[in-house]
């Protein structure tokens, strides 16, 4: 038996990431679950999970899992998990300071021989270059000496309940051969799916994000043929479906790109790649699409609504969905912002109604105030922003209720039947 093999984890940062790892690991040994948000502490104590990731049965589950915001109490781990956000600033540079500051956590309790493994996304070289300079300063300890080092990139998806963090399979990555064993078998003994090793941290930092990377590309080529289909007045849903008729033809549908992975992280590997005196054409002009496709969505509904003769100054128009994707209340990242200042930029009064999200957490996040009961026949406009299962259930009809006598109904997540919509994607 491996020192490893019950070797306690503290498991740092509890949000979409972090708390599915510390429940599977919490059910076969100590696990310290760590967040400074002490109200999140709270909640997860009661045994309730804001994110809507894990149940309150799930949480039980981990009955060696306890939780803490207090830093002595992750003293008695030996292995040491960071699962923060890393986000982009509004210049679309990388934003390490949560990671940093977790790693200054760590520091400050990392005694000899223990592991730090980072989960977050991060560019190629950022575990070593970045973090074990704060780890080697605060604690006083040499890496590759006293302490050392994994990286196994986050594969959570947000609202999925099919694909489970078990059932996923893990890239894995240590900073010494013996210590990407011990990393491996880590990860191999609660994920299902089965463990790839990667040759070094900087193939497996490399790995996650181009992953994302290869998406956000693939989509932006969808939404520019959706731009180009829309001026030549053709159906863009009709012509992938024929296009996928072919065995190779990948399955992307067009509209906004928002969230936490996909339009955040090749900015981390264009900035690595600027930071090396190469400018990466392809991954930017990618970006510069998806990132312009909510001021698009708004002109094209603007432009529907002026061909009805509806007055677009003063108009009421209806979001529906707020979070970046459906049945998830996840708001960060989300694009459907853009189209909801845009419209505003034309004069129109825009109501959001999002029966996912957190109201608190909209109103922190974007000044917005949600409407959780829309009134009917109020609005001149009504935009399917995301595809809720509550907006599907009641399909056109009912959201139709919400509309004047004339009003636009616009269908961006391709929810409703072509003839139900006034205008799609």
């Known amino acids: ?16 990431v972090g708390l599915p790892l510390a429940i599977e690991f919490g059910k076969k040994r100590r696990v310290i679950g760590f967040d400074i948000d002490v109200q999140r502490i709270d909640e997860l104590r009661g045994g309730s999970d804001r994110t809507l990731e894990a149940s309150s049965e799930e949480l039980a589950e981990a009955e060696l899992l306890e939780f803490t915001s207090r830093i002595d ?23 390490l300071t949560p990671l940093l500051r977790a790693s200054e956590t760590v520091g400050s309790v990392l005694k000899r021989g223990d592991i730090v493994i980072y989960e977050s996304t991060v560019y190629p070289g950022a575990t070593e270059d970045d973090c074990v300079p704060v780890l080697e300063r605060v604690s006083g300890l040499k890496f590759n000496a006293d302490f050392f080092c994994g990286y196994s990139p986050e594969r ?10 078990p059932n996923i399979q893990k890239v894995t990555s240590g900073s010494t051969p013996a210590v990407a ?3 491996d078998a880590l990860y191999a003994s609660i994920i299902t799916a089965g463990t790839f090793k990667a040759e070094s941290i900087k193939v497996a930092e490399a790995a996650k994000v181009i992953e994302n990377t290869q998406r956000d590309l693939n989509i932006a080529l969808i939404n520019e043929l959706a731009i180009i289909f829309n001026r030549m007045d053709i159906n ?12 190779n033809f990948l399955p992307f549908r067009p509209g906004l790109v928002g969230g936490h992975c996909i339009g955040v992280d090749p900015y981390y590997l264009t900035h690595k790649a600027e930071a090396m005196g190469y400018r990466p054409e392809v991954i ?39 979070a970046f994707k459906e049945n998830c209340p996840d708001l960060r990242n989300t694009r459907v912002i853009d189209v909801v200042r845009e419209l505003q930029d034309f004069g129109m009064v825009v109501d959001v109604h999002d029966p996912w999200a957190s109201p608190e957490e909209a109103h922190e996040e974007y000044g917005l105030n949600l409407v959780s009961d829309p009134s009917s026949a109020s609005y001149d406009g009504i935009l399917l922003a995301v595809a809720h299962d509550q907006f599907r259930s009641i399909g056109a009809s009912g959201i139709r209720r919400w509309g004047r006598e004339n009003h636009i109904l616009y269908d961006l997540k391709y929810v409703l039947t072509p003839d139900q919509a006034d205008i799609r994607l």
């Open 284 to 322: 930017l002009a990618g970006r510069r699409i998806n990132d312009g496709m909510g001021v698009y969505v708004a002109g094209q509904m603007v432009k529907a609504m002026l061909r009805r003769r509806i007055q677009v100054d003063g108009a009421r128009v209806l979001v529906l969905g707020l």
């Open 1 to 16: 038996m491996s020192e490893w093999d019950d070797a306690p984890i503290a498991v740092i940062g509890l949000g979409y």
């Open 181 to 183: 064993d011990v990393v």
């Open 156 to 165: 959570i998806n947000p609202g999925d309940k099919q694909h489970r963090l």
């Open 236 to 247: 863009t849903q009709a012509v992938l479906e024929a296009a996928g008729t072919k065995w």
């Open 73 to 95: 109490d992750i003293n008695a781990a030996r292995i040491f998990i960071v699962t923060v956000p890393t986000p982009i600033d509004a210049h679309k540079q990388p934003d």
